[in-house]
């Protein structure tokens, strides 16, 4: 790496070394790579360590960059895409998704929950857990609720839990006509459970995305699926996928 001086810029040093490192991302460094130590940073660009660090802050803030506990800073994956409208909705599980189920088993939902679904208080139901990934980073993780009037031919073999249950529970919602689906995006703070899955303190800002799925004239699941804030974009209709932040600015 050569060495590349900033403080003849008229913008802000932080400012301008926050364009500089963007650059640098993209030309000298890959997906999941861990940067130099500060240290060598400052030296590269002639900055004092507080300015650099502001401009790791940002370039952290707008998604390039991650901090991972006994890591390091890594260069952030692309972008990933919340759709908050979907042209076709779909059953969870079906062919082409990019989620990866994880465990199943019986829970009482949360009161909100079970409002949507119109379970009474206390009810337990199957709740299928998953999870996406981003260049092997967990992205988001997803609370399936799904009652068992939904999926009555579930077979006793997947009542006792574990990623077979789950597989099972989202081939019987499949086989079930999907009437339509509804969705909610808010921003939230990670629960506990969550923010462990995602490698976030709990209460780091997320965003939450509620789907209500309706079959024979009822509520036949809910989702709710937290997404890491840093690691995501809303999108509406087909404009789904990855997308880095500087092609955002570029568009």
Same mark, same amino acid.
């Given at each position: ?119 009474? @208080?206390?009810? #337990?139901?199957? $709740?299928? &857990?998953? !999870?996406?990934?981003?260049? /092997?980073?967990? =992205?988001?993780?997803?609370? +399936? ?79 709710? @699926?937290?997404? #890491?804030?840093? $690691?995501? &974009?809303? !999108?509406?209709?087909?404009? /789904?996928?990855? =997308?880095?932040?500087?092609? +955002?600015?570029?568009?």
């Amino acid at each position: 790496m050569g060495t590349t001086r900033v403080d003849t810029a008229a913008e802000p040093k932080y400012w301008h070394l926050k364009t500089v490192l963007s650059e640098a991302l993209e030309t000298e460094f890959t997906v999941g790579e861990v940067l130099p130590n500060e240290r060598e940073l400052a030296a590269r660009f002639n900055v004092a360590r507080a300015t650099l660090r502001q401009a790791l802050e940002q370039l952290e803030l707008e998604g390039r960059l991650q901090r991972r506990r006994g890591v390091g800073t890594t260069v952030a994956p692309p972008r990933v895409g919340v759709s908050v409208m979907e042209e076709r909705p779909a059953w969870p599980g079906a062919d082409g998704e990019a989620w990866q189920t994880v465990d199943c088993a019986d829970s009482t939902p949360l009161p909100a929950v079970a409002r949507l679904l119109g379970t009474a @208080a206390g009810e #337990r139901v199957h $709740t299928v &857990r998953r !999870t996406r990934l981003s260049y /092997g980073v967990a =992205v988001a993780a997803e609370s +399936l609720y799904v009652p068992a009037a939904s999926v009555p031919g579930l077979s006793s073999i997947a009542a006792s839990g574990g990623p077979a249950r789950a597989r099972a529970v989202l081939r019987e919602l499949n086989r079930l006509e999907l009437q339509g689906q509804e969705r909610s995006v808010e921003l939230g703070s990670a629960r506990a459970d969550d923010a462990r899955q995602l490698d976030r303190l709990p209460g780091a800002p997320v965003l939450v995305v509620t789907s209500r799925y309706r079959s024979a004239d009822r509520t036949a699941a809910v989702a709710v @699926a937290t997404y #890491r804030a840093d $690691t995501c &974009r809303l !999108t509406f209709g087909e404009s /789904g996928g990855l =997308v880095h932040q500087q092609d +955002l600015a570029a568009s």
